[in-house]
């Protein structure tokens, strides 16, 4: 080889290892960002690394990755084919099930779980996807077996699932304590909201995450404990009405009367509905304020002419404001609509 071309060959070596390490510093600045975090800086810089080198399958995986946590599934799933293709690993059939399942995409999306869990993955993520997917459809035995899994694998390999540790926990414990809510396991399903919030970056939870807390401590009985979860959501979301209206219950429970009111009278204004009013009239006629029940019961009645349980108050409530007829009219009608006891009241106080 002459000196020109053994000078030629020497340039051209100096440039591929200069490209690969211009590639790899471009990773790792980008890797350097917390997983799961949104950076159009990162996808910049994960592209440019592609670039340079095309091979390299954790490129695409990790463009893949801030392309889904920016929601953008679509060049998410491409990069994610694209490293599979390089690379038949088992982190990217895992993060192309994480995107088929925010695509709604439940069929592909078992596929590659299942795929997966055969081939005997520590990847606790694996078997919350599994859970999610059957969830999809109901929360059955099954369902609530992969959660456990996903505990267990978390547990036993706590490297291969700091990730998941990192990122996922929150959601995963309250999915997991919604899952034990449909099957009436409040206990436990108590005890994995504890778990969320002890794995929530500030104790983040969402309204909706402490409204679903506060319903199991309600049907738990703790109705104190299901008040300042109701407060917590509150604070997170002052609008979201039905926090007031589980909070009403709850101090309906403690006999709060008049506290329950004002919480009842916040859901009826905003998002009027017969329940609410139904349980207004209760709460008012335990406080024998007659008029106020009566108006309550009407209300409800009238956005709902199938609610027995209101004729059946008001039914009550007129006569003990001696309207005889209009009364047992009211218990006759709530017996017709399935309200058992008001044929009862009816023998005792028609007659």
């Not at 591929?16 to 510093?25: E, T």
């Not at 409530?317 to 007829?325: A, H, T």
Request: glycine share 4%; charged share 25%; proline share 1%.
């Amino acid at each position: 080889m002459n000196k020109s071309h053994l000078t030629s060959a020497l340039l051209l070596i100096l440039f591929l290892s200069n490209s690969d390490l211009i590639s790899q510093n471009h990773f790792a600045r980008a890797h350097s960002n917390p997983l799961k975090k949104c950076s159009e800086k990162d996808v910049i810089r994960f592209t440019d690394s592609i670039a340079i080198n095309q091979s390299n399958s954790k490129f695409y995986y990790w463009r893949g990755d801030r392309y889904l946590s920016c929601g953008k599934l679509q060049e998410a799933l491409n990069d994610c084919n694209t490293a599979i293709k390089l690379a038949d690993s088992s982190k990217n059939y895992l993060q192309r099930a994480e995107i088929y399942v925010e695509l709604r995409k439940i069929k592909e999306a078992s596929a590659d779980i299942d795929y997966l869990i055969i081939n005997g993955t520590n990847y606790a993520m694996a078997y919350y996807l599994k859970a999610l997917t059957i969830n999809s459809r109901n929360v059955n035995v099954n369902s609530i077996k992969y959660f456990k899994e996903a505990i267990k694998k978390d547990s036993l390999f706590p490297f291969e699932n700091v990730f998941f540790h990192y990122c996922y926990a929150k959601d995963f414990w309250c999915d997991y304590g919604y899952a034990m809510r449909e099957i009436s396991d409040l206990v436990n399903a108590d005890k994995a909201y504890k778990m969320a919030l002890n794995s929530a970056a500030k104790n983040e939870l969402t309204s909706m995450e402490y409204k679903t807390w506060a319903d199991i401590n309600y049907k738990l009985k703790d109705y104190y404990k299901a008040i300042q979860l109701c407060n917590k959501g509150i604070d997170k979301k002052q609008d979201d009405y039905g926090l007031y209206l589980l909070r009403g219950l709850c101090k309906t429970e403690l006999n709060d009367l008049r506290g329950s009111i004002l919480d009842f009278e916040v859901m009826a204004k905003n998002q009027p509905n017969s329940v609410v009013y139904l349980m207004l009239g209760e709460s008012y006629m335990k406080l024998n304020m007659t008029a106020e029940a009566l108006a309550s019961f009407s209300k409800s009645i009238e956005l709902d002419g199938q609610q027995g349980t209101a004729y059946y108050y008001r039914g009550l409530v007129r006569l003990g404001l001696k309207q005889k007829n209009l009364g047992c009219l009211d218990l006759s009608k709530a017996g017709e609509l399935g309200v058992k006891k008001a044929y009862s009241m009816i023998e005792m106080l028609c007659y």
